[in-house]
Nanobody, 123 residues
Framework: QVQLVESGGGLVQAGGSLRLSCAAS????????MGWFRQAPGKEREFVAN????????YYDDSVKGRFTISRDNAKNTVYLQMNSLKPGDTAVYYC????????????????WGQGTLVTVSS
């Protein structure tokens, strides 16, 4: 069992930046990948980015590529999402996830989820 807690969300103007954090606890030795998803009101949860725990390789959805950066601190069992050049379309609840496998852009491929942190981007 792995518990995930997100933080860092808030209200920001378009063009601004936010940094999200996700701290893992529990059986953290079993973590091999972590990622970020987001869900806007009335929409499906969508993939944002992921990172492998050993090699640190990253993958981004095209909608955030070049604007968002995912990183991790293995010793702290923490993953980060640096969000720059934010747009109103980025407004959503952002969820941290752990242990994706295969097609990790699919939410069903992830075993553990945080409760989310709200990011609101004003126009």
């Amino acid at each position: 069992q792995v518990q995930l807690v997100e933080s860092g969300g808030g209200l920001v103007q378009a063009g601004g930046s936010l940094r999200l954090s996700c701290a893992a606890s529990g059986r953290t030795f079993s973590i091999y990948a972590m990622g970020w998803f987001r869900q806007a009101p009335g929409k499906e949860r969508e993939f944002v980015a992921n990172i492998s725990w050993s090699g640190g390789s990253t993958y981004y959805d095209d909608s955030v590529k070049g604007r968002f950066t995912i990183s991790r601190d293995n010793a702290k069992n923490t993953v980060y999402l640096q969000m720059n050049s934010l747009k109103p379309g980025d407004t959503a609840v952002y969820y941290c996830a752990s242990n994706g496998l295969g097609a990790m852009w699919a939410a069903s491929r992830w075993d553990y989820w945080g409760q989310g942190t709200l990011v609101t981007v004003s126009s």
